[in-house]
């Protein structure tokens, strides 16, 4: 059984930094697509930004050169490092995992249901607040 288990989330300052966790356990596919989608209420889940098993991310246009991702295959860990943030950062943050590096862009998934169509486990999220 695979499981996320996202940490890290909290309030900041217009321009300010957090960096958020994604505990992994259970996952034992050799490819994957793995990363980071967030959502406000009432919107749609978006794709954030991916990682794939050759280590290849990906980034939406509206995070590009702000947030980073990472992974550490030791401690089986996957990181967001959010800098420069934006009111319209705003949203619960969700950790996402998927079998194959196939479609493992983050500009393909913009809409809930292509999400959770490509990822079948996802994390309980974790809040992140952007305050200008």
């Known amino acids: 059984q695979v499981h996320l288990v996202e940490s890290g989330g909290g309030s900041v300052q217009a321009g300010g930094s957090l960096r958020i966790s994604c505990a992994i356990s259970g996952y034992t596919g050799r490819d994957y697509c793995m990363g980071w989608f967030r959502q406000t209420p009432g919107k749609e889940r978006e794709g954030v930004t991916l990682?794939?098993?050759?280590?290849?991310?990906t980034y939406a246009d509206s995070v590009k050169g702000r947030f980073t991702i990472s992974k550490d295959n030791v401690e089986n860990t996957l990181y967001l490092q959010l800098n420069s943030l934006k009111p319209e950062d705003t949203a619960m943050y969700y950790c996402?995992?998927?079998?194959?590096?196939?479609?493992?862009?983050?500009?393909?998934?913009?809409?809930?249901?292509?999400?959770?169509?490509?990822?079948?486990?996802w994390g309980q999220g974790t809040q992140v607040t952007v305050s200008s």
């Open positions: 990682i794939d098993s050759d280590g290849i991310p």
């Open positions: 996402a995992a998927g079998d194959s590096n196939l479609f493992c862009r983050a500009t393909y998934y913009s809409d809930s249901d292509s999400a959770k169509k490509r990822f079948p486990h």
